[in-house]
């Protein structure tokens, strides 16, 4: 199953995908969709909370038409994200010029150390939705994409579905000083998700996805990379575990799990850019890229 939202002409609308037949929902908002309704149903107990419709969906996926287009598949009360979860991030993030505490890079104390890095990211108003702007903060020269497998919690921590995410960050502040964290990865358009929450009986194994994520600049590909959940180091279930450590986290808050794919220096996002990420079994999240931030009109109200 697959939540999706559309806005259209301004009114947002809920549907739920199974077997390409949409069903457009009209009792339920998506948090209960995902918790009542997590697996595949019959046809007859779809149409009790919504109606099946025909739905070009390749066509929305690609529209770009502020009156019609995918929206957020759910406003997020919380966001949070999680860093060095991945062995590839290690050797990385250890380059360059990065700060250094008792003679190790922060990085690499924080891979070797028991507890993960965790940050709230955002309360959900400054993330953006597919084919929507994300943006380079206007004091930064070094910003890039992380793409990563995004997990849409329950009131008790439960994983209620799966989604992709953007855990767009400026990583010259970052790299900087450890204490400059919240201002690289907390702006307006610092991060998306999308294009869907998928139900987690489509997700056989979270930790066998592949992903893909490419740049393109002018249309040509400047950077494209992969990696695999298969690489993590630190699982979903021991992050959440220090992620509910006396602390509660709203239904329907969003955690990104962390990025194995990182690009060098010689990477940076600039204006007219095109981030493109596909999560095997997820989809495709589709970005442009701006300088300083324009507001989208999901974030108005």
Known sequence: MRVLRLVNRGVYELYVIIDDEAYRVTRGDPIEILKNFNKKYSKDELGRIGERIDLDLGGVLKSRDPNYKVAKPLDPPEVWGAGITYHAARASYAGGEVAVLRGKGIYELVYESDRPELFLKDTGRRCVAHQEPIAVRSDSVWTLPEPELGVILGSEGEILGYTIANDVTARDIEAENPLYLPQSK????????GPYIVSPDEIKDPYSLKIRMKILREGEVIFEGEASTSMMRKKIDYILRYLLR????PRGSLLMTGTGIVPGRDIA???GDEVEITIDGIGTLINPVVKGFKRPVSMLS
């Open 186 to 193: 907390t702006y307006y358009g610092c991060c998306s998700f």
């Open 246 to 249: 006396d602390n509660e986290i």
């Open 269 to 271: 996002l600039k204006e």
